[in-house]
């Protein structure tokens, strides 16, 4: 199969190809400069030594052309280095064990017209990737790759779906045309490596310096010499990245358009939508067991719970159903974002998802398509899974034995624990990135304002938007101060100079008024409107009383804030060289707001609802801290364990503030939520 190539990656092309030649030409000149020094080093310090041998000399001409040694060694080290990627994560499988797999595997590589993989592996995630050991060597030798597909990926796609993002995989390295981008990140790889990756070069230096105080001269001398060779070459990384960064872009697109002719536009489309959801729910079942390690909980089949919990939230995001499965729309994944900024991210290896989309959407290939879910490919897909879920917890620590929760015990905890986090779906997401408005009044209302009109799309829309704008403003501000550094950048759609940007600040600036004064009306509408039915309801009071709860903590929440900032800045000093009389009297000035923080924790501690989520052994330590006074310092030491209470204290403030936060907005949330239900209930009778 040959694709060609588009335009833009010629271009790119070119351009990478132009930054290696560069990289070469600086490279020879640093080498020829090395070997000088070296020859000159080695031949200075013979001849010392010839011209007097002594014990002074001797060691001077061995520091010297030790120094010239090393210097030369920094330049051609790459040469020497191999990246071995780590595979402890991952387990083999091989022909015997899953032939349909490979079946799919060997289709793929036939139609790609590339060799197949020289090892196949499962790793835990949702994700397909190919890798390879690498070397200087790799770029003039061919190498086998090894193919990795997640089981959290084949768990939530379609046969045709693993078909493309295989496809995808092997597109990389199907086509000839790619083989610049193999040069390029090999490129990268040296440079990065001579640049960052100097540890065992530093050991060898300080090795050599450590045998005499006059060879430590000569070691600094031969840093000295490296680290500008180093300035250079971080110069040339970051010149030749950027080109390497837009050619990969280029090559993802090429890379779909290979599995588009292999499994069609429409499954590539559908599986990349869709990846986002599948992700996040895997994560949400990875945290729901972290939280849970203190009670020894763990799994027998994550993979089970992942697609229960990808299903659960598409319900809740009232997302459709193709193929058993959530149905992503472009427009759906990318509801929530209202930024009319585009700046292209020239350090961006892989482009948006969006991008992705309206490329495959423009070759509109269509193929024949197996939509049974992907796991129906393995043997026996559950016992994979387990096996998997097993090696995956195996890497926990607990402190006793652990008990595998049951399915139906997970599926029903997680449906609480979401419901007990989360805001009720009547508010439209309305309230996931806002509060409810601190500064309303009771006014007259319209008979006519109902309940569905104040938290609609284009409510929801508004809010979304504000914070876009907000955030578009943040970035021209620093383009306009040259903190972001770029020359062109897109605003609704027209192309704007860096130069530009502070003439649309206040642009910007405008919108956000009348956004803030729509939402504002739209909030005051809110309040009143929950004021009359409550009114309705002889529960106006209740209503009134629980909405001022929630205003007077919003108005106190930055003032207690404060205080974890105080303590952050006053205990700085410990992780700092700090003489000994300056930190007894910094731990004097740190008594106030230690009080100050006893008396907050101590009265969070009473409240299950704030340490519900915490283990038992926090809530242990937090009871220590608030109960006894603690030395921290004395006899010019400092007490290690009662510093950690101090430290675990003033981290845990945060949290007891944003969770009280949440539950204070919940309960009031809740209640709006029970007058609506009520006033819809009297309206229907």
């Known amino acids: 199969m040959h694709i060609q190539v588009s335009k833009d990656f010629r271009k790119r092309t070119k351009a990478a190809v132009s930054s290696i030649v560069i990289f070469v030409f600086v490279y020879v000149f640093i080498f020829l400069f090395t070997i000088l020094l070296a020859l000159a080093c080695i031949v200075g310090g013979v001849w010392l030594i010839a011209a007097k041998p002594m014990f002074l000399t001797l060691m001077v001409g061995a520091g010297l052309a030790g120094t010239g040694i090393f210097v030369f060694f920094f330049i051609i080290k790459f040469l020497f280095k191999k990246h071995i990627n780590d595979r402890s994560y991952l387990t083999e499988i091989k022909r015997a064990d899953e032939p349909e797999l490979f079946t799919m595997i060997d289709e793929i590589v036939q139609q790609a017209e590339t060799n197949f993989p020289k090892k196949v592996y499962l790793s835990y995630d949702v994700n397909a990737s190919v890798f390879y050991d690498s070397s200087f060597w790799s770029m003039f030798f061919p190498i086998q790759k090894n193919l990795t597909i997640g089981l959290g990926l084949i768990n939530t796609t379609t046969k045709q779906e693993l078909k493309a993002i295989l496809s995808h995989e092997f597109g990389h390295f199907s086509q000839r045309s790619m083989k610049v981008g193999s040069y390029v990140y090999n490129v990268n790889q040296i440079i990065f490596n001579l640049v960052n990756d100097d540890a065992s070069y530093r050991n060898s230096i300080e090795k050599f310096a450590s045998f005499s105080s006059y060879f430590s001269i000569f070691a600094s001398l031969a840093i000295f010499f490296t680290s500008k060779i180093q300035w250079v070459l971080a110069k040339m990384y970051s010149y030749i990245n950027i080109r390497h960064m837009a050619l990969s872009r280029e090559m993802e697109f090429h890379a779909d358009e290979v599995a588009a002719h292999i499994a069609g536009s429409v499954s590539l489309e559908e599986s990349l939508l869709r990846l986002e959801l599948a992700n996040n729910s895997y994560d949400n079942v990875l945290n729901f067991y972290e939280a849970r390690i203190s009670k020894n909980q763990s799994s027998k089949n994550i993979y089970r719970e992942q697609f229960f919990v990808m299903n659960f939230l598409a319900e809740q995001s009232e997302l459709e159903t193709k193929y058993n499965l959530p149905h992503v729309k472009l427009t759906e994944s990318g509801l929530f974002n209202k930024s009319k900024l585009v700046i292209e991210n020239q350090w961006a290896s892989h482009p948006s998802t969006e991008d992705r989309v309206a490329k495959l ?294 949290y007891f503030l944003h969770r009280k936060y949440f539950l204070i907005k919940k309960e009031l949330l809740s209640l709006m939520k029970d007058l609506e239900d009520h006033h819809r209930l009297v309206s229907v009778t």
Request: glycine share 2%; charged share 30%; proline share 3%.
């Open 361 to 654: 959407r423009q070759l509109n290939i269509i193929k024949e398509s197996d939509d049974q879910p992907a796991k129906t490919l393995f043997k026996d897909f559950e016992k994979t899974e387990e096996k998997l879920t097993a090696k995956l917890f195996s890497n926990v620590k607990y402190e006793r034995g652990r008990t595998d929760l049951e399915f139906e015990t997970f599926k029903s905890e997680f449906e609480a624990q979401y419901q007990k986090e989360s805001f009720d779906k009547i508010f439209n997401n309305y309230y996931d990135n806002k509060n409810p408005a601190a500064e309303v009044q009771e006014t007259l209302l319209s008979e006519n304002i109902q309940f569905d009109p104040l938290f609609d799309n284009e409510k929801v829309e508004l809010v979304y938007t504000l914070i876009a704008l907000e955030s578009d403003k943040k970035i021209i501000e620093a383009i306009a101060s040259k903190e972001f550094v770029l020359k062109t950048f897109d605003y609704d759609g027209r192309k704007y100079k860096a130069l530009e940007a502070n003439k649309l600040v206040p642009q910007i600036d405008q919108s956000i008024i009348e956004i803030k004064d729509q939402i504002a009306k739209n909030d005051s509408d809110i309040y009143n409107y929950f004021l009359k039915i409550s009114e309705n309801q002889g529960r106006k009071s209740g209503f009134v009383s629980t909405y001022q709860s929630f205003c007077e903590y919003d108005k106190q929440y930055e003032n207690k804030y404060q205080l974890y900032t105080d303590l952050i800045n006053e205990t700085a000093f410990i992780s700092t060289r700090t003489p000994f009389e300056q930190i007894r009297k910094n731990f004097i000035t740190l008594q106030p707001l230690e009080d100050k923080l006893k008396a907050e924790i101590a009265f969070y501690l009473q409240n299950p609802l704030l340490t519900s989520q915490l283990s038992e052994q926090d809530i242990k330590n937090l009871n220590a801290y608030v109960e006894k006074e603690h030395i921290y310092f004395r006899n010019e030491e400092y007490f290690d364990a009662n510093l950690q209470l101090l430290i675990k204290a003033i981290n845990i403030l945060p």
